[in-house]
């Protein structure tokens, strides 16, 4: 098994790379520094390649300065709502910091149009080069929020296969895997991997 550490401190996220890589002989595990997820700085921009490279890069320097030999992931991802004219996109979290779910579905609460998107770049360092892989997810965010599963704004988006059936909220991870941005993001990483 080939050691893959993913730097992110959300648990959802980390559940999913790792049910999506064990399979490749990756051993999925939280990138943690005595404990801590390093620090890195998320540059203001409006594109999560540009994100998600600047990411992989202070990465790759925090792994050099401990000293461990492994590849790295991060990912960046952001949720674009097509009557908000993308918001809150690459301000996905502070934004659900900010408002939580009932504030986004208020700010909603008068639009018919409810169409959105995921979309996820993740950036891989096999400890030779750094490889991106995107993904995006169309769905429609729902007048209410439904189930408790997944994280983030899975309550209050329900992928374009389902109508609005189901939320990403009401599915296990595996069957949100089925459609997520995420994991066609992953995906694209895994082609390139060989
Ligand atoms: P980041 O990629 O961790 O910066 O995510 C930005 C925001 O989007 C956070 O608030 C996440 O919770 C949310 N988010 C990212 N991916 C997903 C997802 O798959 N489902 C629901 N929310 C997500």
Not at 28 to 41: A, M, N, R
Not at 52 to 60: D, F, G, M, R, V
Not at 67 to 72: D, S, T
Not at 80 to 91: A, H, M, T
Request: hydrophobic residues 40%; glycine residues 12%.
């Amino acid at each position: 098994m080939t050691r893959l550490l993913f730097l992110t401190g959300n648990a959802g996220k980390l559940v999913e790379a790792t049910q999506f890589f064990a399979p490749l002989g990756y051993q999925v595990e939280q990138f943690l520094i005595d404990g801590e997820v390093p620090t890195v700085i998320e540059p203001q921009a409006d594109d999560l390649r540009y994100v998600a490279l600047s990411k992989i890069e202070q990465a790759i320097a925090h792994l050099d300065a401990c000293g461990q030999k492994a590849a790295v992931l991060v990912e960046d991802a952001g949720l674009f709502i097509d009557e908000l004219n993308g918001f809150p996109g690459v301000y996905s979290a502070s934004i659900l910091e900010q408002l939580g779910l009932s504030g986004i579905l208020k700010v909603m609460s008068d639009m018919n149009e409810r169409g959105a998107e995921f979309r996820a770049c993740a950036a891989l360092w096999d400890g030779g080069q750094v490889i991106f892989g995107e993904g995006i997810c169309r769905g429609t965010i729902t007048k209410e929020t439904r189930g408790e599963k997944g994280f983030g704004y899975d309550p209050i988006f329900s992928p374009e296969e389902e109508g609005t059936a189901r939320t990403f909220g009401e599915m296990s991870s595996a069957e949100k895997g089925k459609y997520s941005h995420r994991e066609k993001a992953l995906k694209s990483l895994k082609n390139q991997l060989g």
